[in-house]
C-alpha cells in the first residue's frame, strides 16, 4: 500500500485537490496523508513564537476540515503538521513515506504572479524527487 | 529517479519523524536557529543604517554641532545595557518576544500593555518617516528635483511605498538570505566608500569652504550641556533601535546556553563602525553647516557632492534598499506583537487572524499600513516641517518602552540578581540603568519640549511643541483603547506578574510557571 501526500489550505483549489488524492486513493487502495506546513514567513523579530503557534491553531483547524471531507469520501485520512514551509513540508512527509505523488491545488494564476507570490505547486514541480499532481480550483 | 530518497536538510536521521495529529513534537522554532552570516545581516539589517544615518544625522548635528560623533557614540550605552535585559528575557520565555510578552510577565498586563501599544505607535510612526525619506530619496534618483520639492509629489510616492511595503509583507514575500547578504553588503560598501572619498577629499583640499579636519575631540560628550546631550541622544537612540532584536536571535553555535553570541558582537561593532566613520566624514566634508542645511535629506545632498554625478546615485540607491529592508525588520515583527496582544486577548481578537494562504497576520498588517498612511498624510496636511518633530516624538517612545524592558528585566529576575556579580551586573544593574538613562531622556526631554521654543520646528500645539504633544496624545488614546479592551476582556488585565525562580540560570529550578501569553486559547 502506498501513500498520496496532499496540500490543503480550504481554498477551492485546495478542496479539489483533497478530492482528487481522494479518488485516486480508493482506485489505488493507498493511503492519504494531508499535510500543512506551519513555518512563519518572514525574517525573525517580534513574537515569532506566537506566529508559529497561531499558524499551528489555524492549521490544526484546516487538516481536521480536511479529514471530514475525507471521511465524507469514505477515506480515513492521516494528518502530518511539519514545522516547514509548505512546498518543503510536502516533500518533507513524502519522502518519509515514500509516497506515489504529490498532490496540490492551482490556484490559476499567471505565472509571473505565481513568481512573486511564491507559488507552491510551481516551488514543489522544481525541487520535489516525486510525482506531483497539480488540480485547478475548477478540475 | 527511483529511490533519489535524499531526506531534505535538517532531516537528520534520528530525527523523530513529524508526528500525526496535533502537538507535533518539539517546536519548529528552536530546531531553526539561524547561522552566524544570517545572524550578523539581521542585526544590521535590522538597524538599516544607511537609513538611519539618512534620517537623523542632520538633526542630531543641529542639535549638538561638531559634537554628533560623540552623540552616536553615547546612545549606544543605554541601547547595550538593555539589550543585554532582552537577552535574559529571551533566555526565560524563549522563541523571542517583544516588550509587551515581557513587561506583562515581569511587571503585569497594564504596564505590558502600555508597552505593547507603544511599540505599534512607534512603528506607524516610523513608517511614516520611512515613507518620506523613500518618497524624497526616489525622486532624488532621477534628479527630478521639482518633484522632489513638492510637498505632494513626495507625499504621494510615500504613501505608494507603504502600500507596496504592506502588500510584501502580508504576502509573505521575503528575500532570500543570501539576497539580504548581497544588499546588506552593497550598503555597507557605499557608505564606506562615501567616507573614505569625502575624508581624501578633505585632505586634499577638495571640499567646500565649511570643511573641518576631523578631530578626536568630536567624541568627547564632555563639552556639551545636560540639554544638548538628552536632545541629542533622543534623536540618535533612532539608529540603534531595531539592533535590539540581534540579542534574542537564536543563534546557531555549539553552545546556545553560553553569553549572547558572537553574531551580536559583531553586528555591534560593525554599526557602531559604520556610524562613527560616516558621521566623521560627513561632519569634515561639509562642517556642521552642511549637515545642517539639508537635514532632512543629508546623505543625498552630500553624497552629490561627495561623488558627483552619477556615482552619487549610489548612495541614494543604499538608503532606498536600507529603508526597504528596515520595513521588512518593522512591519512584520510588529504585525506580530499585535498578533499576540489579540492572542491574549489584550486586543481585538480579529487581529490575532492569520492568512490561511499566506500565514501571515494579515488583518493586523493590513490595520497598520492603513493607519501609517492616515498619520503620514494629515501630519504633512498640518504642516511640512514636521520630519524632526516626529522623529523626536519617536525617540519619546523608544525611550519609553526599551527603558520599561530593561527595568522588567531587573524585577522579573530579582531573586536571581543576588546569586552572583555577573548577574547582578548583567541582568539588574545594567537594564536597570539603560532603563534609568533612557527614563532620564524621556522626563529631562518632555520638560524642555513642554517650551515649544525648543523643538526644532519652533512649531507649538497646544502651547507645547509638537513631539510631546504627539507624545502625550498616544500615551492618552493608549489608556482609553486599555479601558475599553479592559472591560470587554477583563480576564487579560487579571493576569499576575511573574518572577523567575532563583537558580533558573543555573538550571537548578525549572523556568518561571506561566500564565503566560502562550498559553491562552484563541478566541
Known amino acids: 500500500m502506498s501513500t498520496i501526500v496532499v496540500g490543503y489550505d480550504s481554498s477551492n483549489c485546495g478542496k479539489q485537490a483533497l478530492d482528487r488524492a481522494v479518488e485516486i486513493a480508493k482506485s489505488l487502495g493507498d493511503q492519504v496523508v494531508v499535510v500543512f506546513g506551519y513555518a512563519p514567513p518572514g525574517i525573525w523579530g517580534g513574537e515569532i513564537a506566537e506566529h508559529e503557534e497561531a499558524i499551528e491553531e489555524l492549521g490544526e483547524r484546516l487538516t481536521a476540515e480536511a479529514r471530514e471531507r475525507a471521511a465524507a469520501q469514505g477515506i480515513e485520512a492521516e494528518v502530518a503538521m511539519v514545522p516547514k ?33 511564491g507559488s507552491t505547486p510551481n516551488r514543489l514541480l522544481h525541487i520535489s524527487n516525486r510525482p506531483v499532481l497539480v488540480v485547478p480550483a475548477n478540475g | ?111 505590558g500593555w502600555i508597552a505593547g501599544w507603544t ?26 528635483t521639482a518633484a522632489a520639492e513638492s510637498t505632494f509629489a513626495v507625499t504621494l510616492v510615500g504613501v505608494l511605498w507603504i502600500v507596496v511595503m504592506t502588500a510584501i509583507v502580508v504576502i509573505g514575500i521575503e528575500l532570500s538570505a543570501r539576497t539580504q547578504v548581497g544588499l546588506l553588503a552593497a550598503e555597507v560598501f557605499t557608505l564606506a566608500l562615501f567616507a573614505i572619498v569625502a575624508l581624501v577629499k578633505v585632505y586634499a583640499g577638495d571640499a567646500p569652504d565649511t570643511s573641518v579636519h576631523p578631530s578626536l575631540s568630536w567624541l568627547n560628550p564632555f563639552s556639551l550641556s545636560a540639554s544638548e546631550i538628552s536632545a541629542g541622544m533622543l534623536l540618535a ?28 558582537v559583531i553586528s555591534t561593532l560593525i554599526l557602531l563602525g559604520i556610524y562613527i566613520v560616516v558621521a566623521f566624514a560627513a561632519q569634515a566634508y561639509g562642517g556642521v553647516e552642511g549637515l545642517v542645511a539639508e537635514p532632512e535629506d543629508v546623505l543625498s545632498h552630500l553624497g552629490a557632492e561627495v561623488f558627483g554625478s552619477p556615482l552619487d546615485k549610489i548612495l541614494i540607491i543604499a538608503v532606498l534598499t536600507s529603508a526597504a529592508a528596515s520595513t521588512q525588520t518593522t512591519i512584520l515583527p510588529t504585525a506580530r506583537t499585535t498578533l499576540s496582544m489579540a492572542r491574549a486577548h489584550a486586543m481585538p481578537g480579529s487581529l490575532g487572524k492569520i492568512h490561511p494562504r499566506y500565514l501571515t497576520p494579515h488583518v493586523s498588517t493590513i490595520l497598520m499600513g492603513g493607519l501609517s498612511i492616515l498619520w503620514y498624510v494629515s501630519l504633512t496636511l498640518v504642516s511640512e516641517d514636521i520630519l524632526f518633530d516626529s522623529l523626536a516624538a519617536l525617540g519619546l517612545m523608544i525611550s519609553f518602552y526599551i527603558g520599561l524592558t530593561g527595568f522588567a528585566c531587573a524585577v522579573y529576575y530579582r531573586h536571581e540578581l543576588l546569586r552572583s556579580v555577573k548577574n547582578f551586573f548583567f541582568i539588574g544593574f545594567g537594564p536597570a540603568l539603560g532603563g534609568a538613562i533612557l527614563f532620564y531622556l524621556l ?74 501569553v502562550s498559553e491562552e486559547e484563541v478566541p
Not at chain 2, 127 to 136: C, R
Not at chain 2, 251 to 258: A, C, F, K, S, Y
Not at chain 2, 444 to 473: C, Q, R, Y
Not at chain 2, 508 to 514: C, N, Q, R, V
Open chain 1, 85 to 117: 514551509r509548505g512546498a518543503e513540508a510536502l516533500i518533507e512527509v513524502a519522502e518519509e513515506r515514500e509516497a506515489r505523488m504529490i498532490v496540490v491545488g492551482s490556484y490559476g494564476e499567471a505565472p509571473l504572479k505565481g513568481a512573486l507570490l
Open chain 2, 443 to 516: 522626563v529631562k526631554n518632555a520638560i524642555e519640549l513642554s517650551d515649544p521654543a525648543n523643538s526644532e520646528s519652533g512649531n507649538a500645539w497646544l502651547g507645547v511643541g509638537p513631539p510631546l504633544l504627539i507624545a502625550v496624545f498616544f500615551l492618552l488614546l493608549g489608556i482609553v483603547l486599555m479601558a475599553v479592551q479592559w472591560r470587554k476582556f477583563p480576564e487579560f488585565f487579571r493576569r499576575r506578574p511573574e518572577v523567575v525562580p532563583a537558580g533558573f540560570l543555573e538550571g537548578e529550578a525549572p523556568p518561571p510557571e506561566s500564565t503566560g
Open chain 2, 119 to 144: 511599540i505599534v505607535v512607534a512603528d506607524i510612526i516610523v513608517m511614516a518617516n520611512l515613507a518620506q525619506i523613500a518618497g524624497l530619496y526616489t525622486f532624488e534618483l532621477f534628479s527630478w
Open chain 2, 1 to 111: 529517479m527511483e529511490s533519489t530518497a535524499v531526506p531534505p536538510p535538517g532531516s537528520a536521521a534520528g530525527k523523530p519523524a513529524p508526528g500525526t495529529g496535533s502537538g507535533a513534537g518539539e517546536k519548529g522554532l528552536k530546531a531553526n536557529a539561524i547561522g552566524f552570516v544570517s545572524s550578523v545581516v539581521i542585526g544590521v539589517a535590522s538597524t538599516a543604517p544607511g537609513y538611519s544615518l539618512a534620517a537623523t544625522l542632520g538633526f542630531v548635528a543641529a542639535a549638538v554641532a561638531l559634537q554628533a560623533p560623540a552623540i552616536l557614540l553615547i546612545s549606544f550605552v543605554p541601547m547595550f545595557l538593555v539589550a543585554a535585559g532582552y537577552y535574559y528575557m529571551n533566555k526565560a520565555d524563549p522563541d523571542c518576544g517583544t516588550s509587551f510578552s515581557w513587561v506583562t510577565k515581569a511587571m503585569g498586563p497594564q504596564l
Open chain 2, 237 to 264: 537612540v533612532f539608529i540603534y533601535w531595531g539592533w535590539d532584536t540581534t540579542a534574542t536571535v537564536n543563534e546557531e553555535t555549539e553552545d546556545p546556553g553560553e553569553a549572547p553570541g558572537r553574531a551580536t
